[in-house]
């Protein structure tokens, strides 16, 4: 079994730590998936979740909704 684990986060300023992470974690720019070692299923969500953030950020968009349908709505 493979699980992958992706994060959508707003923020005002990318490189201000908080704290350090607990798991490996940087921001990445959607130019950069091409790029990135990661399963072709993971860059597909991956490359759908950029293609909402700038609705979901306007409040355009129900963030559940939008992740549940990217998870295939709930349906295994």
Do not use: C, I
Request: charged letters at 20%.
């Amino acid at each position: 079994m493979h699980v992958d684990h992706q994060y959508v986060a707003f923020v005002t300023d990318p490189d201000e730590v908080v704290r350090e992470p607990e798991h490996p974690f940087r921001w990445t720019e959607r130019e950069e998936l091409d790029g990135l070692a990661m399963f072709a299923d993971t860059r597909l969500l991956a490359a759908g979740l950029f293609a909402v953030v700038p609705m979901l950020s306007a409040g355009d968009l129900d963030p559940v909704s939008v992740l549940t349908s990217l998870a295939g709505g709930g349906q295994s």
